[in-house]
């Protein structure tokens, strides 16, 4: 009878381990799933910039058209994105999203050179939308960030780590802004 009730004992041992590997195992799919779910989000929200941009480009041409430096690096910027985007690397994405940021502020500050370009209604329109997607985009990369800390910290804590080593479940990749987006941009008449 004792040795019926180790038994007993240890699969019960065994059945808690193996409902326990299996409650860290769904947790980190879950927020696995959440992560994709934030890039996803983020990636709405670029591609509505990203259709935006041709038109705000054409009018600030019409205005200050001698500023195709400005005007050839936005574009740069939106070609870097869509390839990006195609390729689907998340990092080389990320890479691009910066320098198409970094290129839409140079593009703001050459239009408040030009009074009748701020007085334009449809682009004052287009700079509102812009900025109403900028703000999006700033909520979706907080929402994604918030989400790959609670991942990656997931993935490195014990016991969680040891599961998600069994399983090959790997660190994501923050959304960060890179130095050169951080510097005041310099425009020069």
Known sequence: MPFVITVLVILVILVALALWGVGMYNNLVTLRNRVKNGWAQIDVQLKQRADL???LVETVKGYAGHESTVLTQVTQ???????AAANGDVAQRMTAENALSRALVNLQATAEAYPQLQANQNF????AQLKALE?????????????????????E???????????NFEQAQYFQVD???RQVPQVRF
């Open 77 to 83: 910027a939106r070609a870097g994105v869509v390839a």
């Open 135 to 155: 703000s999006k985009i700033a909520y979706a990369r907080q929402f994604y960030n918030d989400i790959v800390l609670k991942y990656n910290t997931a993935t």
């Open 157 to 167: 804590t014990v016991p969680t780590n040891i599961v998600a080593g069994l399983f």
């Open 179 to 181: 130095e050169t987006s």
């Open 124 to 127: 004052m329109d287009l700079q």
């Open 53 to 55: 941009i041709p038109n």
